[in-house]
């Protein structure tokens, strides 16, 4: 088992071997091989000691990191942890990013920063699967900021775009609001339980639920290490308030947006609630609070990409929605449910950026899918990869991974809600019902807008990628060679579209097989321990006790609607994207101002650039002009005496040597002098 050690240090080497070779352009183009070998090395580890670990935990201590106040202080060490939650996270940051990283190999071909590119992505495999594999809340903040570090680079890859530049900021000083309060929690855990180590926290708050109600009281510190924790993860993980960073984020190149906003990075926040989540449950409030603002964040981001043209921003706000998901699974104690959706998201959401990177990279760069139209003869490949995509995002019933997932949320949310009689969880499974159809109809209208109907097509301004692809697919044999090079073209197979074939393939059967084995309640049932009084985190999908829904269990009848719900909004968006366009064209100008709107994003930047970003700028300007006439002429005041000092010998530096050897001889003849005076008078 120790052999884990090597997952994150193995791309941590690569991006050192990358950055040794980048001063040879003939070794450079080896980047992309080095980057996908050391995450496809960490994966085959992954795969080969997950069934060795069956159900136990292990700690694999590595080396000292900190130590404070001798033998009976605290230390920090670079420990990891490694247990089947653990697991199922590795085999997604290693597993789907082996297969981003292979097809980036293709997208960023002929790129002039190719080799940063792939320096970064590795350094983000080795802080990703840092915080993963921590076994206490230091290490884990460490990699928490070494993604957030790596995601700033990334997003601002193409850095002399000024909007690639601006949404780097964007999310880097975003982020650091949650990461505050993340930091305070870390702060508030090791005044409350002496220790940081995730292990040690985690037994003491099973113990203290045991005993709650039965004489132990929580603490003001159990109310609120879970809110500080919760300001963390919905920060990493684009919840309500802190969501705005991520749509920026689409600046980078697009297989960023696969590897760290939708498959990884994002979802650290999520892990962080499903690890920690007893101590989520010492206060009465944190979970309720959870689940509102998952599903409240769901349906508010799915109403945004209702009217968004923007290709990547669908996948992107969607991405959002996906995410208020699993905190609303999280937030009803089915960290399975948040767990299996949390993976097999993973499949889906890259599938749908990268397919979608394939048409940007047609259409050197072209996002605006008003101007798509048609494309399904020109990308076939494409086009059904992405229509696989989208089935499993919209939950097309039974045959797709994300039906299996978010209907198991949902179905373990509705029951929550049933058993505890409680409005607010009733009001959080209506949002999520209302989600689940809004998303089937958002996701078919961007597919019937961009491959159906008519074909029109408009380029983009980045000419090298897509001359770069038509060049690839003649030598791969991928298109015919009467291809123009200024119209859309399939991607070659390899690098790729061989890569989306096996996400597509997980996109299909991954939610089937771990619904039929039930491989995520048995994750979480041994990774949170026995359940809690009262609690029954683990028990996703379990049997509900309580009265039925039309005379069927909660789970059945979560089945049955949001099947519905799936087949009646991917139906809608068919009649008003492909049957009936004229319709939908005179519907959006009655309808103007609800979709300006929503194409403006309820003017939540607007509102945050009013309420946060002036004010802080004038207080910056205030600072500044306190600085420079205050502090800097209080600085001057201090410093005058020594300048007049300096002035007055400064006739004195002549740099004559003689001028020197004369002043020395002289400085000599006076103290001779005034020692025989001294002894005169003595």
Same mark, same amino acid.
């Given at each position: 088992?120790?052999?884990?050690?090597?997952?994150?240090?193995?791309?941590?080497?690569?991006?050192?071997?990358?950055?040794?070779?980048?001063?040879?352009?003939?070794?450079?183009?080896?980047?992309?091989?080095?980057?996908?070998?050391?995450?496809?090395?960490?994966?085959?580890?992954?795969?080969?000691?997950?069934?060795?670990?069956?159900?136990?935990?292990?700690?694999?201590?590595?080396?000292?990191?900190?130590?404070? $106040?001798?033998?009976? $202080?605290?230390?920090?060490?670079?420990?990891?942890?490694?247990?089947?939650?653990?697991?199922?996270?590795?085999?997604?940051?290693?597993?789907?990013?082996?297969?981003?990283?292979?097809?980036?190999?293709?997208?960023?071909?002929?790129?002039?920063?190719?080799?940063?590119?792939?320096?970064?992505?590795?350094?983000?495999?080795?802080?990703?699967?840092?915080?993963?594999?921590?076994?206490?809340?230091?290490?884990?903040?460490?990699?928490?900021?070494?993604?957030?570090?790596?995601?700033?680079?990334?997003?601002?890859?193409?850095?002399?775009?000024?909007?690639?530049?601006?949404?780097?900021?964007?999310?880097?000083?975003?982020?650091?609001?949650?990461?505050?309060?993340?930091?305070?929690?870390?702060?508030?855990?090791?005044?409350?339980?002496?220790?940081?180590?995730?292990?040690?926290?985690?037994?003491?708050?099973?113990?203290?639920?045991?005993?709650?109600?039965?004489?132990?009281?929580?603490?003001?510190?159990?109310?609120?290490?879970?809110?500080?924790?919760?300001?963390?993860?919905?920060?990493?993980?684009?919840?309500?308030?802190?969501?705005?960073?991520?749509?920026?984020?689409?600046?980078?190149?697009?297989?960023?947006?696969?590897?760290?906003?939708?498959?990884?990075?994002?979802?650290?926040?999520?892990?962080?609630?499903?690890?920690?989540?007893? @101590?989520?449950?010492?206060?009465?409030?944190?979970?309720?609070?959870?689940?509102?603002?998952?599903?409240?964040?769901?349906?508010?981001?799915?109403?945004?990409?209702?009217?968004?043209?923007?290709?990547?921003?669908?996948?992107?706000?969607?991405?959002?929605?996906?995410?208020?998901?699993?905190?609303?699974?999280?937030?009803?104690?089915?960290?399975?449910?948040?767990?299996?959706?949390?993976?097999?998201?993973?499949?889906?959401?890259?599938?749908?950026?990268?397919?979608?990177?394939?048409?940007?990279?047609?259409?050197?760069?072209?996002?605006?899918?008003?101007? %798509?139209?048609?494309?399904?003869?020109? %990308?076939?490949?494409?086009?059904?990869?992405?229509?696989?995509?989208?089935?499993?995002?919209?939950?097309?019933?039974? !045959?797709?991974?994300?039906?299996?997932?978010?209907?198991?949320?949902?179905?373990?949310?509705?029951?929550?809600?049933?058993?505890?009689?409680?409005?607010?969880?009733? !009001?959080?499974?209506?949002?999520?019902?209302?989600?689940?159809?809004?998303?089937?109809?958002?996701?078919?209208?961007?597919?019937?807008?961009?491959?159906?109907?008519?074909?029109?097509?408009?380029?983009?301004?980045?000419?090298?990628?897509?001359?770069?692809?038509?060049?690839?697919?003649?030598?791969?044999?991928?298109?015919?060679?009467?291809?123009?090079?200024?119209?859309?073209?399939?991607?070659?197979?390899?690098?790729?579209?061989?890569?989306?074939?096996?996400?597509?393939?997980?996109?299909?059967?991954?939610?089937?097989?771990?619904?039929?084995?039930?491989?995520?309640?048995?994750?979480?049932?041994?990774?949170? $321990?026995?359940?809690?009084?009262?609690?029954?985190?683990?028990?996703?999908?379990?049997?509900?006790?309580?009265?039925?829904?039309?005379?069927?269990?909660?789970?059945?009848?979560?089945?049955?609607?949001?099947?519905? @719900?799936?087949?009646?909004?991917?139906?809608?968006?068919?009649?008003?994207?492909?049957?009936?366009?004229?319709?939908?064209?005179?519907?959006?100008?009655?309808?103007?101002?609800?979709?300006?709107?929503?194409?403006?994003?309820?003017?939540?930047?607007?509102?945050?650039?009013?309420?946060?970003?002036?004010?802080?700028?004038?207080?910056?300007?205030?600072?500044?002009?306190?600085?420079?006439?205050?502090?800097?002429?209080?600085?001057? @005041?201090?410093?005058?005496?020594? %300048?007049?000092?300096?002035?007055?010998?400064?006739?004195?530096?002549?740099?004559?040597?003689?001028?020197?050897?004369?002043?020395?001889?002289?400085?000599?003849?006076?103290?001779?002098?005034?020692?025989?005076?001294?002894?005169?008078?003595?």
């Amino acid at each position: 088992m120790s052999v884990a050690i090597l997952i994150p240090w193995l791309p941590a080497l690569a991006a050192a071997i990358i950055a040794g070779i980048a001063l040879n352009e003939r070794l450079q183009k080896w980047a992309a091989a080095i980057t996908t070998a050391s995450i496809g090395a960490g994966f085959v580890i992954t795969m080969v000691l997950w069934p060795q670990l069956g159900d136990k935990a292990v700690t694999l201590p590595f080396l000292d990191w900190m130590t404070f $106040g001798g033998e009976d $202080g605290v230390s920090f060490s670079f420990s990891y942890f490694l247990d089947p939650l653990a697991f199922v996270m590795l085999a997604v940051v290693t597993g789907v990013g082996c297969l981003i990283s292979t097809y980036a190999a293709g997208y960023m071909k002929g790129d002039p920063g190719y080799w940063r590119f792939f320096t970064y992505v590795a350094l983000f495999i080795f802080a990703m699967t840092t915080l993963v594999m921590a076994d206490n809340l230091v290490l884990l903040f460490l990699g928490w900021e070494g993604v957030g570090a790596c995601s700033y680079l990334l997003i601002g890859y193409y850095y002399d775009k000024p909007f690639a530049v601006a949404a780097a900021k964007k999310a880097f000083i975003v982020n650091r609001v949650g990461d505050f309060g993340f930091l305070l929690g870390i702060f508030l855990c090791y005044q409350a339980y002496d220790t940081v180590q995730i292990s040690v926290m985690l037994e003491a708050a099973r113990e203290n639920l045991s005993h709650l109600g039965h004489g132990y009281t929580a603490s003001t510190a159990d109310l609120w290490i879970p809110f500080l924790l919760m300001i963390g993860a919905f920060g990493k993980s684009a919840q309500i308030p802190l969501y705005v960073w991520l749509p920026d984020a689409m600046a980078g190149p697009t297989p960023v947006s696969a590897l760290v906003h939708a498959a990884t990075m994002v979802t650290a926040g999520v892990y962080l609630i499903a690890r920690c989540l007893p @101590l989520f449950e010492l206060s009465p409030y944190a979970l309720p609070t959870v689940a509102i603002v998952g599903a409240s964040t769901a349906l508010f981001a799915a109403t945004i990409a209702l009217c968004c043209n923007d290709l990547k921003g669908v996948f992107a706000y969607s991405t959002v929605s996906q995410l208020g998901y699993m905190f609303l699974g999280l937030g009803v104690l089915s960290s399975a449910s948040a767990t299996f959706h949390l993976f097999t998201h993973a499949f889906f959401k890259a599938l749908l950026f990268l397919t979608a990177g394939s048409v940007m990279h047609a259409l050197a760069g072209q996002l605006d899918i008003r101007t %798509m139209g048609g494309l399904r003869k020109k %990308m076939p490949v494409t086009c059904w990869l992405m229509f696989v995509g989208c089935l499993s995002l919209a939950g097309f019933p039974f !045959i797709t991974s994300g039906f299996w997932s978010k209907d198991l949320i949902l179905g373990d949310a509705l029951a929550f809600a049933m058993d505890r009689s409680s409005t607010l969880y009733f !009001i959080a499974v209506i949002f999520g019902v209302i989600t689940a159809f809004l998303t089937a109809f958002y996701t078919f209208r961007l597919w019937f807008t961009v491959f159906t109907g008519e074909e029109k097509f408009e380029m983009g301004d980045e000419h090298h990628h897509a001359e770069e692809a038509h060049h690839e697919e003649h030598e791969d044999g991928a298109a015919g060679h009467d291809a123009h090079p200024d119209e859309p073209h399939e991607m070659p197979w390899l690098p790729m579209n061989a890569p989306l074939v096996l996400l597509a393939i997980g996109a299909v059967v991954l939610g089937y097989l771990g619904h039929h084995f039930h491989w995520f309640e048995h994750i979480i049932d041994h990774t949170l $321990g026995a359940p809690a009084a009262g609690g029954h985190h683990g028990e996703a999908g379990g049997e509900h006790h309580g009265p039925g829904v039309f005379g069927m269990d909660p789970h059945k009848f979560m089945l049955v609607l949001s099947s519905i @719900l799936a087949v009646g909004g991917i139906t809608l968006a068919a009649f008003f994207y492909r049957l009936n366009r004229p319709l939908t064209d005179k519907l959006a100008v009655s309808l103007a101002p609800i979709v300006k709107l929503l194409q403006n994003k309820y003017y939540i930047d607007e509102f945050y650039d009013l309420a946060f970003v002036r004010p802080l700028r004038r207080l910056g300007g205030m600072f500044y002009v306190i600085d420079a006439m205050i502090i800097n002429n209080l600085i001057r @005041l201090v410093a005058w005496a020594p %300048m007049m000092v300096g002035r007055g010998i400064r006739p004195v530096q002549s740099g004559r040597l003689q001028g020197y050897g004369l002043g020395m001889v002289m400085g000599v003849a006076v103290f001779a002098l005034l020692i025989l005076i001294a002894a005169a008078r003595g």
